[in-house]
Nanobody, 127 residues
């Protein structure tokens, strides 16, 4: 069992920054941790993922160059630094963990690859 708790969401003006945190109860069996977001009326979108073993990060096209995912191993925490925020970044952001896979399959942005989810944290960007 893995419990995930997100924090750091809030309201910010366009161009601003926020840092989301995802604290995991443990990561010893976690292969990958991802951030997803879902805006009202839209499908859930993979934002970024971090493969804990090799320390490899992947990003969605819409956030590439603006968001950075990182890990603090000592704190079992994954962060999502979000810079140059845009109104279209407004969504509920979810942290997820994959404790099943042990090899990379290229599907980091598929929510089907994750078996544990946090409760979400809201990000609102005003123009």
């Amino acid at each position: 069992q893995v419990q995930l708790v997100e924090s750091g969401g809030g309201a910010v003006q366009a161009g601003g920054s926020l840092r989301l945190s995802c604290a995991a109860s443990n990561t010893y069996s976690t292969y990958c941790m991802g951030w997803f977001r879902q805006a009202p009326g839209k499908a859930r979108e993979g934002v970024a993922a971090f493969y804990l073993g090799p320390g490899t990060a992947f990003y969605g096209d819409s956030v590439w160059g603006r968001f950075t995912i990182s890990q603090d191993k000592a704190k079992n925490t994954v962060y999502l630094q979000m810079n140059k925020l845009k109104p279209e970044d407004t969504a509920m952001y979810y942290c997820a963990a994959d404790t099943v896979r042990r090899t990379y399959d290229g599907r980091w942005s598929s929510d089907q690859n994750y078996n544990y989810w946090g409760q979400g944290t809201q990000v609102t960007v005003s123009s």
